[in-house]
């Protein structure tokens, strides 16, 4: 059972974002404080996290992902704009400019070695491995 994390303190990012994801992962939750996250990577386990930078405090995506310490655990930045890369980037970690999309969703889970875990059924057939 594969499950993700969504972390934003925008309702219609994370909305959209669970719609992205509810076809690809058995499971997907959404946060929007980063003490929340924190007891959820702890509970809940996530297979991906996916961080936004928060609106509310004015923290980018990076950060957030230092202060929740995902550490190894395979993770999505969706960082607007130009934004340096930073030494506190999770070392498995992608990012992504907005808009997310499915296809973008996916690449990333690929360059992560994780696509393997998610149902591709409702991915363009292009994107979809080939069967065994």
Sequence with gaps: MSKALIITDSASTAFHTQQILEGLFSEVRACNQVHTAEQM?????????????????GTKAPAVAEKIQVRARPTILV??????IAVS???????????LTLTAVFKSMQTLLIDQIVDQSSLPIHLRRPAP
Aim: hydrophobic share 30%.
């Design 89 to 99: 980037d999770p070392s498995r970690s992608v990012r992504i400019s907005p808009p």
């Design 41 to 57: 990577l702890e509970s809940f386990e996530p297979d991906l996290v996916v961080i936004f930078d928060l609106q509310r405090t």
């Design 79 to 84: 960082c607007p704009g130009l934004q340096s």
